[in-house]
């Protein structure tokens, strides 16, 4: 069984940067399909950024896009959020989920085409 571990979060100013990585043991962390996902209180989660199985192919949200950067490492089994130039809209928990992939270039990007999910990091950015 899969699971997945967030770390990284906590509390900064605007303009603030931070790193979010998602450790992933379980199964080979290759074949994985890797996301980032956000849940600001009282609205839908949404996604933020996913990387394929190569690290090759990434897609990243307009909202974060210039300033959030995904990246994955296969020999140590995480994906990272770099976070850069922080807004307080930014504040959230930040969910990391993962999907075994037929294809080394596949991203996804909705909710419902990942199986297995962490528990959340939070992260609040003050004004």
């Known amino acids: 069984q899969v699971q997945l571990v967030e770390s990284g979060g906590g509390l900064v100013q605007a303009g603030d940067s931070l790193r979010l990585s998602c450790a992933i043991s379980?199964?080979?962390?290759?074949?994985?399909?890797v996301g980032w996902f956000r849940q600001a209180p009282g609205k839908e989660r949404e996604f933020v950024a996913a990387?394929?199985?190569?690290?090759?192919?990434?897609v990243i949200a307009d909202s974060v896009k210039g300033r959030f950067t995904i990246s994955r490492d296969n020999a140590k089994n995480t994906v990272d959020l770099q976070m850069n130039s922080l807004k307080p809209e930014d504040t959230a928990v930040y969910y990391c989920?993962?999907?075994?992939?037929?294809?080394?270039?596949?991203?996804?990007?909705?909710?419902?085409?990942?199986?297995?999910w962490g528990q959340g990091t939070q992260v609040t950015v003050s004004s």
């Open positions: 379980g199964r080979t962390f290759s074949t994985y399909v």
């Open positions: 990387i394929s199985r190569s690290g090759g192919s990434t």
């Open positions: 989920a993962a999907q075994v992939a037929v294809f080394s270039s596949s991203v996804y990007t909705k909710t419902d085409l990942y199986r297995d």
